[in-house]
């Protein structure tokens, strides 16, 4: 490039000149032509022998009308060709060899290069039927304003052999590439090398790189935020280009690529068979794209054909339609997609896909029954460059409608953010089928905490109503985070049971065992259904409020029920308890007191049940063992009590209520004071009801013996009290007759 201006100096200067003329001869002359400024620290001189030819050494040259250096070269050697000098006296400049440069090549964004001045001719003295142009251990720095991004090349020999031959022309390269170097290092490095055949028409002007191969290695390893190993590129095809200025006017390129990141194996190929470009527009024709990636469990896929794709230069291209087709696959799940936008691309590392719609299936293994439906129309953005996927979708799932928000950012660690609202999710139909009267959960089975192992979330999901199988939720809002194998949705709610939930809730895969945590308040629940649901129980029915804060560890259900801790706080409004009526029992016992024998009876009636106002007890759970000592019953005629234990593990039920009856209902008058136990024991779906008549009988003998002892007691008082009255009445008698005997006796006469 140096060497259009050097090289004119030949025209004027003689072949004696000394060093110091003719390197300020060179650099005046450049200075002149180019409005660059060049120095000359080493010698500059000229040799006939064995061609004529300019050397220069140790020199550097900025860019126009600046300070900023844009080329350093140990050694530049300018052949020229020697009848033509002899003969015409014209020099004709037939090889360039610079040695050890360094270049600092910038394409700006409107596509322009910083060198193109220098390519322009500026001396008629001088022609040019190069031959050979080589750059031996180069080093070049390419920024690229148009597309973005840096890229360094060392050790760099560049050979450009045969140029005016219009057959065999060749360009050979080999050196090395860098990525992002900064003072840590390089975060990526490679071996280029290259070939391709060079046919230069002078008439037309126009550059055709023909039957180009380069491939690019991967040398070493990469740093450790790219993670990337065993890459290699391969670029094959045809490039034409106009000459003064330099621009690619057309051709054809195949581009393949394959490396490992991180455990997994990524291909892409990329085929153009149809470039064209003009100074207004760029067009790829036929354009097809396929990406690949495998691991030991799973597998993506993604290609989409182009028909045509075009736009302007300024790193802008767009097609109408674009079919994309992409599938994930892995042993828990399984997502197919097929999408259809107008594609637009900038600056070769951002697409946008301005108005797409998306068809798609979605299963896993906890969804084993086909597959959920995908119908979403939206907009997107992708960012290869700064891994960033950003979808705006609204649409169906399964039928309900969902808009949603999603950002991924990261493909090696994705990382997302999400915001969906969806009005209907029943996952009934894709769940495991489970036989009549069969337990629908394995409480033995492990968990599979596969969908959190990699999970990096953050956002919130709203669900209008959920239903897994006979479990309905609705309203259910939340905040969602995970990381690090742990999830927690905090703040938690929905409508449960007719009732309200507020909360939050956690699990940590991470620890071993896993932990769960959930605390949550329940208002205005119907505990009947949420029985029924959770333990298959419908003994209760009411209006209940419900505090808990529950902590257990493990890796299946059985394991929870063994390890639960913490407190539970119920308080039922007017419920009833099924398949027992205590006021019954108190109304019999009272009635046929003499019948009972403390043999059990049976309760599991149907209708029976007994109705309360009011029911409040406080559990205390502890390694799956809930306990409870203050229950309060409020159910008018009566007045429950009681305490006891549930073996979560076991699913046992062992518990004791005392049941005393209202003195002021006349029919209850006879058990005044007594207490009829009443116990609960055996499984916690099905307990077995017994009324204790025994200690009821027993109370009751105790009542009538002590009845009794304190009847005799009150008589024999009332007897001892009688005999001492009228002991001291025949005291009081003889004293009183004593008297009157001493009014009637006359005195004794006295002795003389």
């Known amino acids: 490039m140096l060497a259009i201006s050097l090289t004119a100096l030949l025209g004027v200067l003689p072949y004696f000149l000394s060093f110091d003329v003719l390197r300020e001869q060179i650099i005046n002359q450049v200075q002149a032509d180019t409005q660059r400024t060049m120095t000359i620290s080493g010698s500059a001189h000229m040799v006939l022998l064995p061609r004529p030819a300019i050397l220069i050494s140790n020199t550097t040259l900025t860019e126009p009308n600046a300070r900023t250096v844009f080329a350093h070269a140990d050694r530049v050697k300018v052949v020229f060709r020697l009848w033509p000098l002899i003969t015409t006296g014209k020099p004709v400049v037939h090889a360039i060899e610079i040695d050890q440069p360094e270049l600092n090549i910038v394409r700006h964004e409107n596509g322009t290069y910083n060198f193109e001045d220098l390519l322009r001719p500026h001396s008629d003295t001088t022609e040019f039927a190069l031959d050979k142009l080589s750059f031996n251990q180069a080093h070049l720095n390419w920024q690229d304003d148009f597309l973005g991004g840096e890229v360094s090349l060392s050790n760099l020999d560049l050979t450009l052999d045969q140029l005016t031959d219009p057959k065999d022309g060749r360009l050979k390269v080999d050196g090395q590439i860098t ?433 309360f106002s009011e029911l409040q007890a406080t559990w205390l759970l502890k390694h799956g063992l809930a306990s409870n000592n203050d229950l309060n019953v409020r159910a008018g005629i009566l007045k429950l009590t009681g305490g006891g234990q549930i073996d979560l593990g076991a699913g046992q039920l062992n518990y004791m209520m005392k049941a005393s009856a209202n003195p002021d209902v006349p029919e209850l008058s006879g058990l005044k004071g007594l207490v009829l136990p009443i116990s609960f024991t055996g499984p916690l779906n099905a307990p077995e009801y017994k009324a204790d008549y025994a200690s009821l009988k027993e109370q009751i003998v105790h009542k009538q013996k002590a009845e009794q002892e304190a009847q005799q007691a009150q008589e024999k008082a009332k007897a001892a009290a009688a005999e001492k009255k009228a002991a001291a009445q025949r005291k009081a008698a003889a004293n009183s007759s004593a008297k009157s005997s001493a009014k009637t006796t006359p005195p004794p006469a006295k002795k003389k």
Do not use: C
């Not at 989409?304 to 339609?321: A, C, H, K, V, Y």
């Not at 939930?501 to 065992?513: S, T």
């Open 179 to 611: 990525l992002g170097e900064n003072k840590a290092g390089a975060s990526w490095q490679g071996q280029v090398v290259g070939t391709a055949a060079m046919r230069y028409l002078e008439k037309e002007r126009t550059l055709r790189v023909a039957d180009i191969v380069f491939d690019v290695t991967q040398r070493g390893q990469s740093d450790e935020k790219l993670k990337l190993s065993e890459a290699h590129l391969q670029a094959t095809g045809n490039l034409n280009y106009s000459w003064q200025p330099l621009r690619l006017a057309g051709g054809d390129m195949k581009i393949t690529t394959s490396a490992v990141r991180a455990g997994q194996h990524w291909n892409a190929t990329l085929d153009v068979p149809d470039i064209s470009l003009t100074e207004s527009a760029l067009g790829l024709h036929r354009l097809k794209l396929k990406i690949g990636m495998k691991d030991q469990q799973s597998e993506f896929n993604a290609t989409t054909n182009i028909p045509t794709m075009g736009g302007g230069q300024r790193g802008f291209l767009r097609t109408d339609s674009a079919q994309i087709n992409v599938r994930y696959k892995s042993p828990e799940q399984d997502l197919s997609v097929q999408l259809v936008s107008p594609l637009e691309l900038y600056r070769g590392h951002l697409a946008r896909l301005p108005s797409y719609t998306l068809t798609g299936s979605y299963t896993n293994i906890n969804l084993p029954r086909g597959a959920i439906r995908l119908a979403l129309s939206g907009r997107g953005d992708l960012d290869m460059r700064d891994e960033n996927l950003s979808l705006d979708s609204v649409g169906t799932l399964d039928g309900e409608h969902l808009s949603s928000q999603i950002n991924l950012e990261n493909f090696l660690d994705p990382q997302f953010r999400v915001n969906i609202d969806l009005a209907k999710l029943d996952l009934t139909p894709y769940l495991p089928v489970v036989a009549k009267g069969a337990k629908t959960v394995n409480h033995n089975a492990a968990f599979d905490f596969w969908w959190l192992e990699k999970l990096k979330a953050l956002g919130s999901v709203k669900i209008g109503e959920l239903v897994l199988q006979n479990l309905h939720v609705d309203d259910l809002a939340f905040t969602l985070l995970a990381s690090n194998k742990r999830l927690v949705l905090d703040p938690l709610s929905a409508t449960l049971y007719e009732g309200r939930l507020n909360g939050r809730a956690e699990i940590d895969a991470g620890k071993k065992p896993a932990y769960f945590r959930l605390e949550q308040t329940l208002s205005n629940m119907n505990i009947n259904t949420l029985l029924t649901d959770t333990i298959d129980n419908s003994r209760f029915e009411g209006r209940s409020d419900l505090t808990l804060d529950v902590a257990a560890v493990g890796n299946k259900l059985s394991d929870l029920s063994k390890t639960a801790g913490g407190n539970i706080k119920i308080r039922l409004k007017q419920g009833a308890i099924r398949g027992i009526d205590i006021p019954l029992l108190l109304r019999t016992a009272s009635q046929q007191i003499k019948l009972m024998n403390g043999e059990t009876a049976p309760f599991s009636v149907k209708d029976a049940r007994t109705q």
